[in-house]
């Protein structure tokens, strides 16, 4: 009986990490294939390989030098780093209003807010497209920030006022107590226990303005002020026939990288402040 126990367990175990490998090979290969195809050139991007048999920085050497790709990677920094910002600043505030201040329609207000972003972007193209053309920032950096953070916000507020309704009330009546403001409590008090929720809702809202399409291809008509995905979508060979596979893939590896690293960078940030930052309700 035991030995039958222990056959089933290590099957099982077998079973678990052959799954796992198998997702990890899934998810992992079309970044490795990239990664391969960027460093071919001429009749090898056609030739099927899944190891290195040529190494080549023409492709990333041309990403660089031709067209402004450094000028729509810059771009992409800008309008995803200040969508961030402005995301968490208005997120925050208004998690501790809605978490911690009592109104009538609190409840309501908050699922109008979450009930927001499950619009389509398309649906919401054109009346947004006006807007912007009102306010006189089409075809500016402003125009997708103002895009990006209205889409961001009910994701970042959803998350943080669930966070900020976890922390114990004893902490903000002793910071009252003591004659802190409601800005003081945000800054001083709160913030630092936050941490966990606002690297993860930051990094997600800095993501989700790096890859956005729909609205960059829109609200832009000139390469000084498009974003990388849209650059790289507009990527053209030497004919209207040709499809430079390698200079695209090259710039998909050069605006995915960044990526990676912010993740590698802030699990380590999350895990530190669930550690010092965990208090006990």
Same mark, same amino acid.
């Given at each position: 009986? &035991?030995?039958?126990?222990?056959?089933w367990k290590f099957t099982k175990s077998?079973?678990?990490?052959?799954?796992?490998?198998?997702?990890?090979?899934?998810?992992?290969?079309? #970044?490795?294939?990239?990664?391969? +195809?960027?460093?071919?050139? &001429?009749?090898?991007?056609?030739?099927?390989?899944?190891?290195? +048999?040529?190494?080549?920085?023409?492709?990333?050497?041309?990403?660089?030098?031709?067209?402004?790709?450094?000028?729509n990677l810059l771009n992409s920094i800008f309008v995803a780093s200040v969508t961030v910002i402005l995301a968490l600043f208005l997120a925050v505030t208004a998690a501790f209003a809605l978490s911690r201040v009592r109104f009538r329609?609190?409840?309501?207000?908050?699922?109008?807010? %979450?009930?927001?972003?499950?619009?389509?972007?398309?649906?919401?193209?054109?009346?947004?497209?006006?807007?912007?053309?009102?306010?006189?920032?089409?075809?500016?950096?402003?125009?997708?920030?103002?895009?990006?953070?209205? #889409?961001t916000l009910?994701?970042?507020?959803w998350v943080l006022t669930t966070f900020m309704r976890e922390l114990p009330i004893e902490i903000e009546e002793a910071a009252i107590v003591d004659g802190a403001t409601?800005?003081?409590?945000? +800054?001083?008090?709160?913030?630092? %226990?936050?941490?966990?929720? %606002?690297?993860?809702t930051g990094l997600l809202a800095f993501i989700g303005a790096w890859n956005e399409f729909l609205f960059a291809l829109t609200f832009t008509s000139s390469n000084a002020t498009r974003t990388v995905p849209v650059a790289i979508a507009l990527l053209s060979g030497g004919s209207q026939y040709e499809i430079p596979w390698g200079?695209?893939?090259?710039?998909?590896?050069?605006?995915?990288?960044?990526?990676?690293?912010?993740?590698?960078?802030?699990?380590?940030?999350i895990v530190s402040g669930l550690t010092a930052g965990g208090v006990k309700g």
């Open positions: 009986m &035991g030995a039958t126990f222990d056959l077998v079973l678990f990490y052959a799954l796992v490998a198998f997702i990890v090979v899934v998810a992992v290969f079309p #970044f490795y294939y990239a990664i391969l +195809t960027s460093f071919k050139s &001429g009749t090898d991007l056609f030739r099927v390989t899944y190891w290195p +048999t040529s190494f080549s920085l023409d492709n990333y050497v041309q990403v660089f030098s031709q067209g402004s790709f450094v000028q329609g609190r409840g309501l207000l908050l699922m109008t807010i %979450l009930a927001v972003s499950m619009f389509p972007q398309i649906a919401v193209l054109a009346g947004l497209f006006e807007v912007i053309r009102l306010l006189g920032i089409y075809n500016t950096p402003w125009a997708l920030i103002f895009s990006y953070t209205i #889409f009910p994701f970042t507020v409601p800005w003081v409590i945000i +800054t001083r008090v709160f913030m630092p %226990l936050m941490w966990p929720a %606002l690297v993860t200079i695209i893939m090259a710039a998909s590896v050069v605006v995915t990288v960044p990526l990676v690293f912010l993740v590698l960078v802030f699990q380590r940030k």
